[in-house]
């Protein structure tokens, strides 16, 4: 059904070959063509993730958990094989994910799901560094339920420090929600620790991997966290799908969002009763698809191995680090190039003197892909002392070549920008 485990090989520096990616394959990459350093927001596809969506379409469409019928039998059970395969790349077992739209819905989710524990002097912790998606629906059910929403507050190379965990982590603190690693700085951040704090506080963990299941080895029954959510397209699945793990026991203190068909027990005029966990979170009919191809995908970075990936994405944010370190121009956020080992393959970084979104435009002049702006997360850039900056983030089909390309790129964007504007006025 697929061309799984047929990749051709990588050009040197990359973990994956950008033809087997054929949006790449299209635009060129890595021979002059293409740079594209803005994986953080979304991945590119590789062929084994599009074949699948196709063959779902073409071979099994039908509606999942609906029918008695062969296709209707084969879509639920390929629905759940995903759910399994997806599972098993974050360490979780098959009853502990549920599929929703993305990391922003599991997110609002769990945020509106576990509102009812929330009363006036309650405390939901949530870091400085958080993505919008896991500090707007807290900021609204805190709002609603009288309880107050508290900051853990990193240091401005993006690290949270012990003491501020202890800070913030105490007996009023009733959920705390923290990303694994930040979509801005690349940093990962200390969830052990702060899982014991919570754990201490008798706290839930709520963590936001977005960013961390595409880029480490990732264990949700060693990180401890009660729950989880991340997205399909960030780990070269497909958009419009993601995960939301509730550890086995954790589940129960959740209430549904979303409620219609699928998700019900039995029904009557004046009532209802749900299902568990997951079938009682995914109303409505699924991605199937979707699932289906973040299964997919999920069996490609098993395929590249977890380890490689993190090793990969730790080598080319120390050569972006020591690189834009080096350029006098450019201005790093986040940890030094020493402190590589403790990001991922994603950089923060601005051109003295040049706005971040003119410096983008700059950067994509030369065929080089970043992202430029706020990042959704604006009490972070503020943190930093900026109103915007540029995020360069690699994949695993990026190579070391594409990074020299980028560097050349910043060390010409001063000029590239003025040259920009005077065509701009002319
Ligand atoms: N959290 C983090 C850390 C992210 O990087 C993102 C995506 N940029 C999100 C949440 C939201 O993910 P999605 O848009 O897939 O819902």
């Not at 997110?107 to 500090?135: T, W």
């Not at 991922?344 to 002049?365: Q, T």
């Amino acid at each position: 059904m697929t061309r799984e485990g047929a990749h051709p090989s990588p050009p040197s520096g990359a973990l994956a070959a950008p033809e087997d990616f054929p949006l790449l394959a299209h635009e060129a990459a890595g021979d002059g063509g293409l740079v594209y350093l803005d994986s953080a927001a979304t991945t590119q596809k590789p062929s084994c993730v599009l074949e699948t969506l196709d063959a779902f379409y073409r071979t099994v469409n039908a509606n999942p958990h609906r029918g008695a019928h062969r296709l209707g039998t084969a879509a639920t059970e390929a629905l759940e094989a995903a759910r399994r395969d997806v599972a098993r790349l974050v360490g979780a077992d098959a009853d502990e994910i549920a599929f929703t739209s993305g990391t922003t819905c599991a997110l609002n989710q769990l945020a509106y799901g576990l509102a009812g524990l929330l009363h006036p002097g309650d405390e939901v912790a949530v870091s400085l560094l958080e993505h919008h998606s896991n500090l707007v629906p807290w900021l609204t059910v805190a709002r609603i339920a009288g309880a107050k929403v508290r900051h853990i507050v990193p240091d401005r190379q993006g690290r949270i420090p012990d003491d501020e965990i202890d800070r913030v982590i105490g007996p009023r603190t009733r959920i705390v929600a923290v990303s694994h690693v930040s979509n801005v700085l690349g940093c990962i951040q200390p969830v052990e620790r702060i899982v014991r704090a919570a754990r201490g506080a008798d706290a839930l963990v709520v963590l936001d991997c977005a960013q961390s299941v595409a880029h480490l080895p990732v264990d949700l029954h060693v990180l401890g966290a009660d729950f989880a959510a991340f997205s399909g397209h960030k780990m070269y699945g497909p958009m419009g799908v993601g995960a939301l793990y509730a550890r086995r026991g954790a589940a129960v203190a959740l209430q549904p969002l979303l409620r219609g068909g699928g998700m019900v027990e039995a029904v009557f005029e004046q009532g209802f009763t749900f299902k568990g966990f997951p079938a009682g979170l995914e109303a409505g009919t699924p991605n199937a698809a979707g699932a289906i191809g973040m299964a997919a995908a999920a069996r490609f970075l098993e395929g590249l191995g977890m380890e490689a990936v993190h090793a990969h994405g730790e080598t080319l944010a120390r050569r972006m680090a020591a690189g834009l370190a080096a350029i006098p121009s450019a201005r790093l956020y986040g940890p030094g190039p020493g402190g590589a080992e403790e990001r991922c393959g994603i950089v923060a970084f601005n051109v003295r003197g040049v706005g971040a979104d003119l410096a983008a435009h700059a950067l994509d002049r030369r065929n080089v892909a970043v992202r430029s702006g706020a990042h959704c997360a604006q009490p972070l850039v503020r943190h930093l002392g900026a109103e915007a900056v540029c995020r360069a983030s690699a994949g695993v089909y990026t190579s070391e070549r594409d990074v020299d390309r980028f560097l050349e790129a910043v060390e010409a964007a001063r000029q590239d920008a003025a040259s920009l504007m005077a065509a701009a006025m002319l």
